[in-house]
């Protein structure tokens, strides 16, 4: 990639954030203003861009729980929702044919359908960057989201193979060999140590399974996902995934900047586009809705609703593909990159409210809850607990170790991920699983007892959040933060913590704290 795609794209992306906007969303536009101005793709964008995907489904397979997948009330949500919302466009497609008169609804049924499936996909780019950003991932609402959003690339998938009349080589079923060298690969990656070993056979991985799928007349993207899930849960997963978020994030500039060259947009597209825009609140809802209906707890459907509530890369996968086979105009291609990339900026713009706008609409939300997902919201009680510890890694644990020495049994941990939860309690650690974020996990605990919260977690986002749900839940304690840097240190304080630690400058007081007495001695 050229010096000039790079400078256009941090500039884009630099005045986006500054005006509260993810920096995505000025890759996208950097991308339709060079494609405005004349500029060519240069080779190297496309291979970025199916680098930067094809990592991102590496990355999220190393976050699924295929038991997750196998639940009916997963992919019957899935299911219900896709057809429901292909249902729904046919006759918005034809009433727009009557009042608009445009060329561009001029459709058959079968046209009609091709549209409306293109955009029942959600955008697994736009989710996943959005819940990385609020450290999200092992969210209840993550997992369903994540969990919707795999079902849905898995009949992307399986509309690909339909419509091109591949057919997979009898091979393929070799390919459930693979998870019997899973103990091999988890020796390898014991033996790599921790540098850039790590990293280095990530790509191995994530770049070996398209070829193996594809070898045998499979989607090579269902490769990357697959080899994701084959390591995921293996104990340098995690550790794996880190390595390779940066690379992932990089790459995945080239694939917002590819979305502004699947064509010019003319001023006609442009508003068919924010039309198709103007609904996605009805996406939104009708998610609500279905999850709902398949007994997810109010707060759960809502966010994960808001998560899917835009459209796809994997849209403008089937657009680009009817258009090849003639069974769309090209000017569809063009229609659906721009409401994609309209959409993103409309879904994480919206998600930043998220938790203020499920605090403020509780009430109302919660009326369409069914029963037995209430009678399924069951908190852990926190006997004792005068000290909380939102976040248990490194960090929650080891002020844990030193808060129980003084404090004892007062002392209690949080921790959103189910998994390492559970393997604390095994090592008799007083640590509960729930989501800091939740106004309900904070509703259900004597607040009048409660002296520190204290949270140690990565994101500002989250503890911006959790901030706001302590003070609307009526918590009179102390917050204590933690910071990577000065303006993230200032504006915890600004929000309503009492103290927030600057992390790399308390780390080296505490080390050095440490290792005073060795001088002394």
Same mark, same amino acid.
């Given at each position: 990639m050229s010096f000039v795609w790079i400078l256009v794209a941090f500039g884009f992306g630099f005045i986006a954030k500054q005006i509260s906007l993810p920096?995505?969303? /000025?890759?996208? &536009?950097?991308?339709?203003?060079?494609?405005?101005?004349?500029?060519?793709?240069?080779?190297s964008l496309e291979i970025l861009a199916d680098l930067g995907i094809t990592l991102m489904l590496f990355t999220i397979g190393l976050k699924v729980d295929i038991r997750q997948l196998l639940r009916p009330d997963i992919w019957g949500a899935s299911i219900t929702h896709m057809?429901?919302? =292909?249902?729904?466009l046919f006759p918005l497609l034809t009433i727009a044919a009557m009042v608009v008169g445009s060329v561009y609804f001029d459709l058959d049924m079968a046209q009609c359908a091709l549209v409306g499936?293109?955009?029942?996909?959600?955008?697994?780019?736009?989710?996943?960057? *959005?819940?990385?950003?609020?450290?999200?991932?092992?969210?209840?609402?993550?997992?369903?989201?994540?969990? *919707?959003?795999?079902? +849905?690339? =898995?009949?992307?998938?399986?509309?690909? @193979?339909?419509?091109?009349?591949?057919?997979?080589?009898?091979?393929a079923f070799a390919l459930?060999?693979?998870?019997?060298?899973?103990?091999?690969?988890?020796?390898?990656?014991?033996?790599? /140590?921790?540098?850039?070993?790590?990293?280095l056979l990530g790509f191995l991985l994530a770049l070996g399974g398209p070829e193996l799928f594809e070898a045998t007349g499979m989607k090579g993207d269902l490769g990357a996902l697959v080899m994701g899930?084959? =390591?995921?849960?293996?104990?340098? &997963?995690?550790?794996?995934?880190?390595?390779?978020?940066?690379?992932?994030?990089? @790459?995945?500039?080239?694939?917002?900047?590819?979305?502004? %060259?699947?064509?010019?947009?003319? *001023?006609?597209?442009?508003?068919?586009?924010?039309?198709?825009?103007? =609904?996605?609140?009805?996406?939104?809802?009708?998610? %609500?809705?279905?999850?709902?209906?398949?007994?997810?707890?109010?707060?759960?459907?809502?966010?994960?609703?808001?998560?899917?509530?835009? !459209?796809s890369e994997f849209g403008l996968i089937v657009a680009s593909l009817s258009v090849d086979q003639n069974w769309l105009g090209s000017e569809w291609l063009v229609i659906i990159a721009l409401s994609t990339s309209i959409s993103f900026i409309f879904s994480t713009l919206i998600y930043k409210s998220a938790h203020a706008m499920y605090s403020s609409h509780k009430g109302f939300l919660s009326r369409f809850q069914r029963k037995k997902a209430t009678q399924s919201l069951v908190y852990e009680p926190l006997p004792n607990a005068e000290i909380l510890i939102i976040g248990m890694g490194r960090v929650g644990n080891g002020a844990y170790g030193e808060l129980t020495k003084e404090f004892g049994d007062t002392v209690w941990g949080v921790e959103v991920? +189910?998994?390492?939860?559970?393997? !604390?309690?095994?090592?008799?650690i007083n640590i509960v699983w729930g989501d800091a974020d939740d106004v309900e996990f904070w509703e259900h605990l004597d607040l009048q007892k409660l002296k520190l919260v204290m949270l140690a977690i990565p994101s *500002?986002?989250?503890?911006?959040?959790?901030?706001? +749900?302590? +003070?609307?839940?009526?918590?009179? /304690?102390?917050?204590?933060?933690?910071?990577?840097?000065?303006?993230?240190?200032?504006?915890?304080?600004?929000?309503?913590?009492?103290?927030?630690?600057n992390y790399y400058a308390e780390v080296g007081t505490g080390f050095a704290e440490e290792s005073r007495h060795l001088v002394r001695g």
């Open positions: 920096p995505l969303v /000025g890759y996208l &536009s950097a991308g339709f203003m060079l494609h405005a101005y004349g500029m060519t793709p240069d080779p057809s429901l919302w =292909i249902i729904f499936f293109a955009f029942s996909f959600s955008s697994t780019v736009c989710a996943i960057k *959005v819940l990385e950003e609020s450290s999200e991932l092992k969210t209840r609402h993550s997992d369903l989201a994540i969990s *919707v959003l795999i079902i +849905q690339d =898995i009949l992307a998938v399986l509309f690909l @193979f339909s419509a091109t009349g591949k057919v997979p080589s009898p091979w459930f060999a693979l998870f019997l060298i899973r103990p091999l690969i988890r020796k390898i990656f014991d033996s790599s /140590g921790h540098g850039e070993l790590i990293p899930m084959l =390591i995921a849960g293996l104990p340098k &997963s995690n550790e794996l995934y880190k390595s390779l978020i940066s690379f992932k994030d990089l @790459f995945l500039i080239g694939f917002f900047l590819s979305i502004g %060259f699947t064509a010019l947009p003319t *001023v006609d597209m442009w508003f068919v586009a924010l039309a198709f825009c103007l =609904i996605l609140p009805l996406k939104l809802v009708l998610f %609500f809705f279905i999850f709902l209906r398949f007994n997810f707890r109010a707060r759960t459907s809502f966010l994960s609703a808001l998560l899917l509530a835009n !459209y991920d +189910q998994q390492r939860a559970n393997q !604390y309690k095994d090592l008799g *500002v986002t989250e503890m911006k959040n959790i901030i706001y +749900q302590l +003070q609307h839940s009526g918590y009179r /304690g102390r917050i204590a933060a933690l910071a990577r840097y000065e303006d993230e240190r200032k504006e915890l304080i600004r929000l309503g913590a009492d103290v927030a630690f």
